[in-house]
């Protein structure tokens, strides 16, 4: 098992940038493909990004593509969301999550473990 920490969330302007953190536990942390997802108030959780076991893959939605960045470190045990051009429909509750097996990390069922959450609001 694993358990995951999800720290950085915040207040930030319209344009600005913000990284996530999401700090795992145990010493297999390189066997998990990572995720982040995010939930906006009445709407359903969504995917964002997630990472192979490695780094070497990587995945986006559509809607962040180009503006936000994926990273792990195996070593720190800590996977990375690098937010930057954030809009205000960025605001959300962003969910860091892990599953030692993803065929195609895209959906929230794909993944069986899940951090807190931490806030992220974009103001205009």
């Known amino acids: 098992q694993v358990q995951l920490v999800e720290s950085g969330g915040g207040l930030v302007q319209v344009g600005g940038s913000l990284r996530v953190s999401c700090a795992a536990s145990?010493?297999?942390?390189?066997?998990?493909?990572m995720g982040w997802f995010r939930q906006a108030p009445g709407k359903e959780r969504e995917f964002v990004a997630a990472?192979?076991?490695?780094?070497?893959?990587?995945y986006y939605a559509d809607s962040v593509k180009g503006r936000f960045t994926i990273s792990r470190d195996n070593a720190k045990n800590t996977v990375y969301l690098q937010m930057n051009s954030l809009k205000p429909e960025d605001t959300a509750v962003y969910y860091c999550?892990?599953?030692?097996?993803?065929?195609?990390?895209?959906?929230?069922?794909?993944?069986?473990?899940w951090g807190q959450g931490t806030q992220v609001t974009v103001s205009s």
């Open positions: 999550a892990a599953e030692a097996i993803v065929v195609a990390p895209r959906t929230p069922f794909d993944f069986g473990f």
């Open positions: 145990g010493r297999t942390f390189s066997s998990y493909v």
């Open positions: 990472i192979s076991r490695s780094g070497n893959s990587t």
